[in-house]
């Protein structure tokens, strides 16, 4: 079936750097989503993204979170300083429309 | 606000037994509602989706979700279990429209025994 990317699986970054997560989402999908997973507790909607522009955000996408798809390439998401809350698995997930919705596997982020 | 309890937090069966993973909703509307799987090291699958009609619904590989509007709740049942099922389960719901976020419960991971 359809495959959302996930790259890298695991990434570790020092307290205060910048980090990039990429994500290829199903090539014809429209809307573009990230979710955030703290181990042992309940994966959490970020954002939502669609037509260039950020849809909804919740009250985790902290103003140091961004993200983009430019020229309809991986859709990133950036968190830029870093801290050590964010350290949890991001998933990023891909539609067609908002029904069916496909993820991937999860970048682990560990910030030291 | 939307929320999704799953009381269970694993749950343990004998392959070839039945199977009733609960979930109970919280939604001011009617809303759309879907069970996920995830094995190890894989990424979240689409099991089914209710949005309508016949409360009981058929998914893949043998699974069925029954909606009941009156408790609330949305139940995945599997008639005869593998061992291959074994997984975290999560149920999530989302009111559509415009707001297409999914809200997820805490997941009831399932282990079957051979």
């Known amino acids: 079936g359809p495959k959302v990317l996930q790259i890298p699986s695991h990434q570790i970054i020092d307290m205060g750097q910048m980090v990039t997560l990429n994500c290829d989402p199903v090539?014809?999908?429209?809307?573009f989503y990230w979710y955030k997973q703290i181990l042992g507790q309940q994966m959490e909607f970020l954002v939502n993204?669609?037509?260039?522009?950020?849809?909804?955000k919740s009250k985790l996408f902290k103003d140091q979170f961004s993200v983009e798809r430019p020229d309809g390439s991986y859709f990133t998401l950036k968190i830029q300083p870093t801290a050590l809350e964010d350290s949890a698995v991001y998933f990023c997930?891909?539609?067609?429309?908002?029904?069916?919705?496909?993820f991937g596997k999860g970048t682990r982020l560990t910030v030291v | 606000a939307q929320s999704v309890t799953q009381p269970d937090a694993r749950v343990t069966v004998s392959e070839g037994a039945s199977l009733q993973l609960r979930c109970k909703y919280s939604?001011?509307?009617?809303?759309?509602l879907f069970w996920y799987v995830q094995y190890p090291r894989q990424g979240l699958q689409l099991l089914l989706k209710?949005?309508?009609?016949?409360?009981v619904v058929q998914g893949v590989n043998g699974f069925e979700a029954e909606f009941s509007k009156s408790n609330s709740s949305f139940h995945l049942r599997k008639a005869s279990v593998h061992w291959s099922d074994s997984a975290v389960y999560f149920c999530?719901?989302?009111?559509?429209?415009?707001?297409?976020?999914?809200?997820f419960g805490l997941g009831t991971t399932l282990q079957v025994q051979p």
């Open positions: 997930a891909s539609s067609l429309e908002g029904e069916e919705v496909f």
């Open positions: 090539s014809n999908h429209l809307y």
């Open positions: 993204f669609y037509n260039g522009k950020v849809m909804e």
């Open positions: 939604s001011s509307v009617t809303p759309y």
């Open positions: 209710y949005y309508s009609g016949d409360p």
């Open positions: 999530a719901v989302s009111i559509g429209g415009n707001t297409r976020k999914l809200i």
